[in-house]
């Protein structure tokens, strides 16, 4: 939970600085830019750190079960964005780390350390980089707007505990927002109910 919550506000940010710089004139010597991409950089090596951890806690951990009521068709959906997810977020830095090399730029770690450079200099792969990593940005926008979409309509129309379960909530506050469509054993204390 607390992965997934501090990747989501990290991607975010990600997104913002990136959608941001873009905009920006790439005419002269532009200290503001410069500094934005750096900082960019230095992100996207810490989303990638944490992308790692994630996928190894995901090897020794099972996969958090999808609601019950949910068609077929709706839990393939949520796995594909999920495999989506990792994917992209595994591309990103990695294009992102590609392109740095390819200009001769070394990334620095929060200032403790640089990363190797993964290719030589190379203007045309460069330019080639650039356009890959704009286009897996869009992919990850689509794939986080189909997220949060998702989540909210989960919460606000369907009524279950899709979103409720991924908050530090205690599991009363939980079961109050579960799906009416999904039945629970009476609790410990509670008479049965005769279907007579």
Same mark, same amino acid.
């Given at each position: 939970?607390?992965?997934?919550?501090?990747?989501?506000?990290?991607?975010?940010?990600?997104?913002?600085?990136?959608?941001? *710089?873009?905009?920006?004139?790439?005419?002269?010597?532009?200290?503001?830019?410069?500094?934005?991409?750096?900082?960019?950089?230095?992100?996207?090596?810490?989303?990638?750190?944490?992308?790692?951890?994630?996928?190894?806690?995901?090897?020794?951990?099972?996969?958090?079960?999808?609601?019950?009521?949910?068609?077929?068709?709706?839990?393939?959906?949520?796995?594909?964005?999920?495999?989506?997810?990792?994917?992209? *977020?595994?591309?990103?830095?990695?294009?992102?780390?590609?392109?740095?090399?390819?200009?001769?730029?070394?990334?620095?770690?929060?200032?403790?350390?640089?990363?190797?450079?993964?290719?030589?200099?190379?203007?045309?792969?460069?330019?080639?980089?650039?356009?890959?990593?704009?286009?897996?940005?869009?992919?990850?926008?689509?794939? *986080?707007?189909?997220?949060?979409?998702?989540?909210?309509?989960?919460?606000?129309?369907?009524?279950?505990?899709?979103?409720?379960? *991924?908050?530090?909530?205690?599991?009363?506050?939980?079961?109050?927002?579960?799906?009416?469509?999904?039945?629970?054993?009476?609790?410990?204390?509670?008479?049965?109910?005769?279907?007579?």
């Amino acid at each position: 939970m607390a992965l997934h919550w501090l990747m989501a506000l990290l991607l975010s940010a990600l997104v913002a600085f990136g959608l941001y *710089m873009t905009r920006l004139p790439d005419v002269g010597f532009d200290t503001w830019k410069i500094r934005l991409i750096l900082y960019h950089k230095q992100l996207g090596i810490v989303a990638l750190t944490l992308v790692a951890l994630r996928l190894l806690w995901r090897l020794g951990n099972i996969l958090p079960h999808l609601v019950e009521s949910l068609p077929d068709w709706q839990k393939v959906a949520a796995r594909f964005v999920h495999v989506c997810f990792y994917a992209l *977020m595994l591309a990103l830095p990695m294009t992102g780390w590609l392109m740095s090399s390819a200009t001769g730029i070394p990334v620095s770690v929060l200032g403790l350390f640089t990363l190797p450079d993964l290719v030589p200099y190379d203007d045309r792969l460069f330019h080639t980089l650039v356009d890959v990593h704009r286009y897996l940005g869009y992919a990850l926008i689509v794939c *986080m707007a189909a997220h949060i979409g998702a989540a909210l309509r989960h919460h606000l129309l369907l009524r279950d505990n899709t979103l409720t379960k *991924m908050l530090p909530a205690p599991d009363a506050t939980r079961a109050v927002h579960r799906s009416p469509a999904v039945r629970t054993a009476p609790s410990a204390g509670e008479p049965s109910r005769s279907p007579h």
